[in-house]
T-cell receptor, first 113, second 116 residues
Framework: AQKITQTQPGMFVQEKEAVTLDCTYD???????LFWYKQPSSGEMIFLIY??????QNATEGRYSLNFQKARKSANLVISASQLGDSAMYFC??????????FGQGTRLTINP | DAGVIQSPRHEVTEMGQEVTLRCKPI?????LFWYRQTMMRGLELLIY????????DSGMPEDRFSAKMPNASFSTLKIQPSEPRDSAVYFC??????????????FGQGTRLTVV
C-alpha cells in the first residue's frame, strides 16, 4: 500500500531564508508521481510542483524545487527566499497508476518577519 | 476556465438530515475525486470516478455515504442520514488523463459541513 510520511508537524522560518519540508514515501511500484500542495488559511488546495518517478532531474517551479532522492524514497520540498505569504499548510502526496492521490499529514509552515 | 466548482461553500445541518454536496469538474477532465479533510484523519480519498464511472469507493466510510456522477460535468456526494462525526471539509478535485501519464489534480474550494 502507498504511504506518505511528513515528520514535521510545524516549522518556523525567518523571512527570506530557504526552507526544506520533508516527505518520505513507501511504494513497491516503479511508476509513481509525487506532488506538493499548499493550503493557506483560506482553505483551498493549491498545486505547487510534481515529480515523476522516472524523471532524471529534480522538478523546479519558480521558488519551489523538489529534492527527489529515489533510493531514499524522499521527495523534500525546498522553498527559496521564503515570503510571508508562504505561511500555510503543505501537503506531500503520491499517486501511482490510477491517478488517485494519497496525502501525508501535512506540515504547517510559519514565516516570521 | 473557472476551475472546479463546489456548492455549497458552507452547510450547517441537523443530525439525521440528508446532505447533498455538489461538484462541477474542470471541463475535459477525465477523473473526479471526492476527499474529506478533518483534523484527526487529514485528507482522505472517499471515492473517485473515471469517465463518470466509479472506480474505487473503498474510502467511503459507510452506507450512509453515496456518490454519483450522472455526466461529465456534475457529481454529487450525499450523506443520509448525517451525523455529527461527518463534520469536515469535503473537497472535490479533477484531473486529466494524458494517455496514462500521472497529472496533477485541481481542487475546488471545498464545502465545510457542520452537523449539529
Amino acid at each position: 500500500a502507498q504511504k506518505i510520511t511528513q515528520t514535521q508537524p510545524g516549522m518556523f522560518v525567518q523571512e527570506k531564508e530557504a526552507v526544506t519540508l520533508d516527505c518520505t514515501y513507501d511504494t513497491s511500484d516503479p511508476s509513481y508521481g509525487l506532488f506538493w500542495y499548499k493550503q493557506p488559511s483560506s482553505g483551498e488546495m493549491i498545486f505547487l510542483i510534481y515529480q515523476g518517478s522516472y524523471d532524471q532531474q529534480n522538478a523546479t517551479e519558480g521558488r519551489y524545487s523538489l529534492n527527489f532522492q529515489k533510493a531514499r524514497k524522499s521527495a523534500n520540498l525546498v522553498i527559496s527566499a521564503s515570503q510571508l505569504g508562504d505561511s500555510a499548510m503543505y501537503f506531500c502526496a503520491m499517486s501511482q497508476g490510477a491517478q488517485k492521490l494519497v496525502f501525508g499529514q501535512g506540515t504547517r509552515l510559519t514565516i516570521n518577519p | 476556465d473557472a476551475g472546479v466548482i463546489q456548492s455549497p461553500r458552507h452547510e450547517v445541518t441537523e443530525m439525521g438530515q440528508e446532505v447533498t454536496l455538489r461538484c462541477k469538474p474542470i471541463s475535459g477532465h477525465d477523473y473526479l475525486f471526492w476527499y474529506r479533510q478533518t483534523m484527526m484523519r487529514g485528507l482522505e480519498l472517499l471515492i473517485y470516478f473515471n469517465n463518470n464511472v466509479p472506480i474505487d469507493d473503498s474510502g467511503m466510510p459507510e452506507d450512509r455515504f453515496s456518490a454519483k456522477m450522472p455526466n461529465a460535468s456534475f457529481s454529487t456526494l450525499k450523506i443520509q442520514p448525517s451525523e455529527p462525526r461527518d463534520s469536515a471539509v469535503y473537497f472535490c478535485a479533477s484531473s486529466l488523463d494524458l494517455r496514462g501519464l500521472i497529472t496533477e489534480a485541481f481542487f475546488g474550494q471545498g464545502t465545510r459541513l457542520t452537523v449539529v
